[in-house]
């Protein structure tokens, strides 16, 4: 039952992503005009941009994607909707379909970013499993943290200004780590150097994701 319900709000999501395509070609701008400006900055200032700059660059453009792709998780969702939404489905099913689908937004947005990025700013990477390996748990931990803040934002009628107060603690040590990883995977270092960094990542995203499951039916029914 709870699979279904899933499945069900998943393709709801896509098909109204899909309807309002506007949403999702702004998010593509965003993407488009931030590697722009910083190739207009850096690229014809040549040596400006070195292997440190150009990683964590790249992750600070990912993480101002998610926070704006990742916001109207909730936010879009009316008050009649959602007690429609309350009347037919649990709300373990929402939580965990947004989850799914924010994930899956934040991997095409990642790898669309990352082509354009390293098709307009060259690419450095030298371990290029490992490097995918970071965009897949940054996608994931940056969606998972970000829909549970944007369901208690949404529920606290001002979502712009909690989002990023909200999200920070729990997205800082996140990004950290995937910056670590991916600077790793740049250098081609020995895979077990990240070992640590991959595992912690994992477990952060298990927590926050339980945590989403388990306290989200109490902001649900508020």
Request: charged letters at 10%; one cysteine or more.
């Amino acid at each position: 039952m709870l699979v279904k319900e899933v499945v069900a709000l998943i393709k709801k999501d896509l098909v109204l992503e899909w309807r309002q395509r506007y949403a999702l070609n702004g998010m593509l701008l965003y993407v488009g005009s931030t590697i722009f400006i910083c190739y207009l900055s850096f690229n014809l200032n040549l040596g400006q941009l070195n292997i440190v700059t150009w990683n964590v660059l790249f992750w600070i453009i990912i993480l101002f994607t998610a926070v704006n792709a990742i916001a109207k998780s909730f936010m879009q969702e009316s008050p009649s909707r959602q007690l429609y939404y309350y009347t037919l489905v649990n709300p373990q099913s929402i939580i965990i379909a947004k989850i799914i689908y924010n994930t899956i937004l934040m991997l095409m947005l990642t790898i669309i970013g990352y082509l354009a990025y390293s098709l307009v700013l060259g690419n450095e990477v030298k371990d290029h499993l490992y490097f995918i390996i970071a965009i897949l748990l940054g996608a994931m931990g940056f969606s998972t943290t970000l829909t549970m803040v944007s369901s208690i934002a949404a529920k606290a009628g001002n979502s712009s200004t909690l989002m990023p107060i909200l999200g920070f603690p729990v997205i800082l040590p996140i990004l950290l780590m995937v910056i670590k990883v991916a600077k790793n995977a740049i250098d081609g270092l020995d895979r077990d150097v990240s070992f640590d960094e991959i595992i912690t990542l994992i477990a952060i995203n298990l927590i926050v994701g339980t945590v989403s499951f388990l306290l989200f039916p109490y902001i649900w029914r508020s």
